[in-house]
């Protein structure tokens, strides 16, 4: 039973357009979110992340909103670029113990 | 700063065949973890350990075995390798209360 689900498995935008990526949870003893960004060939690097105290999170163009009660969490980037195009995996854990993660998305921005 | 390294990077083998997969950091981390990442699975937690001389079952350990040789490195191995374990493999690591940093990740075919 996967912890944290993701969509979209892929993702294309045009340059300069939004991409939206989701992610929902079950366990109400999460309390970290992160998102990860990765590059072929890469390992995973930290984007940003949210704690379940805040509903929106925002670092230049990337966006978390947080919503608790439905237990869903999402990744804006506005004005997405080429440079974006990369794999993004949503995770979650409790106490940072075990980090569990989506499937990943797979975003291409198109020039 | 090397961070988490990880060796070696690619590697091919037979059915049966052993092998471990070696990871060092570099970032005086307590914790340390092994995924696999497979498409449309996301990073699945093989095994972790929370500290030096400690392990514990993650996700999807059959078939693996790990040692915390010391606090900077963390092996997994394989006995008996099968195609269904065919995958990349990532290491990480973290100190307390913060994220996960990620090693380049090793690519295993096995055939």
């Known amino acids: 039973q996967q912890q944290v689900k993701q969509s979209p498995q892929s993702l294309i935008v045009q340059k300069g357009g939004i991409s939206i990526i989701n992610c929902a949870y079950e366990?109400?003893?999460?309390?970290?979110f992160p998102w990860y960004q990765q590059f072929p060939g890469k390992g995973p690097a930290l984007l940003i992340a949210?704690?379940?105290?805040?509903s929106e999170k925002k670092e230049g163009r990337f966006t978390i909103s947080f919503n608790k009660s439905a237990k869903q969490f999402s990744l804006h980037i506005m004005d997405s670029q080429p440079g974006d195009s990369a794999t993004y995996f949503c995770?979650?854990?409790?106490?940072?113990?075990?980090?569990?993660f989506g499937s990943g998305t797979k975003l291409n921005v198109k020039p | 700063n090397a961070g988490v390294t990880q060796t070696p990077k690619f590697q091919v083998l037979k059915t049966g065949q052993s092998m471990t997969l070696q990871c060092a950091q570099d970032?005086?981390?307590?914790?340390m973890y092994w995924y696999r990442q497979d498409p449309g699975m996301g990073l699945r937690l093989i095994y972790y350990?929370?500290?030096?001389?400690?392990?514990d079952k993650g996700e999807v350990p059959n078939g693996y075995n790990v040692s915390r040789l010391n606090k900077r490195e963390f092996s997994l191995r394989l006995e008996s390798a099968a195609p269904s374990q065919t995958s990349v493999y990532f290491c990480?690591?973290?100190?307390?209360?913060?994220?996960?940093?990620f090693g380049q990740g090793t690519r295993l075919t096995v055939v």
């Open positions: 366990n109400t003893a999460f309390d970290y």
């Open positions: 990480a690591s973290r100190a307390v209360n913060t994220e996960a940093f």
């Open positions: 970032m005086n981390h307590n914790s």
């Open positions: 995770a979650a854990t409790s106490n940072f113990n075990k980090f569990y």
């Open positions: 350990s929370a500290s030096e001389g400690t392990t």
């Open positions: 949210i704690r379940p105290d805040v």
